[in-house]
């Protein structure tokens, strides 16, 4: 694997994150670890235990870069889990109302990149389902992820010169 590889790969995923509403949950695994991130909205990153984001620091952002370039080498995968991402509508028989619903979707990773999956490849590594109310999502192409950051972009500096005038 060479820096550019890394570089872009990161640039990538930074992207796809940012692109992502809400808080998150990221698992990333290579070989016998598996190391879980939550990311909040706002892009701060804090190692995530079972009940949820743990306390941490700038560290655990380095945590998350270094077992991110562990997968790039050593090959590996990537689960992104947004929370409460929409609303699952109940069926009347079981009393009606709403739950949250999280979106899942993944990558597999290598000395190469990033390989996004559709949802029904990931759906085959859940034969019994993921935990809790959850939709399969594609994971975002380069070209969603450059078409969204622009349009955020462009929100931004709409934002701006109405504050501005």
């Known amino acids: ?25 990221v698992t990333l695994t290579y070989g016998d670890e598996q190391n879980r991130f939550y990311i909040n909205e706002a892009g701060e990153v804090n190692r995530c235990g079972e009940d949820g984001p743990l306390a941490g620091g700038e560290r655990d952002f380095e945590l998350y870069r270094m077992a991110f370039l562990e997968a790039l080498i050593s090959g590996g995968s ?72 622009i349009k955020q972009v462009e929100q931004q500096a709409s934002q701006a010169q109405t504050v501005g005038a």
């Not at 820096?3 to 808080?23: C, M, P, Q």
């Not at 699952?88 to 979106?103: Q, W």
């Not at 899942?104 to 390989?115: F, H, M, N, Q, T």
Request: charge should be negative; hydrophobic fraction near 40%; aromatic fraction near 6%.
């Open 78 to 149: 990537l689960i992104v889990r947004q929370l409460e991402a929409g609303e699952l509508a109940l069926p009347e028989a079981l009393g009606g109302g709403k739950v949250p619903l999280d979106y899942l979707s993944g990558a597999e990773i290598g000395p190469k990149g990033l390989r996004g999956l559709r949802a029904d490849e990931l759906k085959s590594a859940y034969p019994n389902g993921a935990e809790g109310a959850t939709d399969f999502r594609d994971f975002l192409s380069k070209e969603q992820v450059r078409v969204a950051l």
């Open 1 to 25: 694997m060479n820096t550019t590889h890394f570089e872009t790969s990161t640039a990538y995923l930074d992207g796809v994150l940012l692109t992502l509403a809400g808080d998150k949950v």
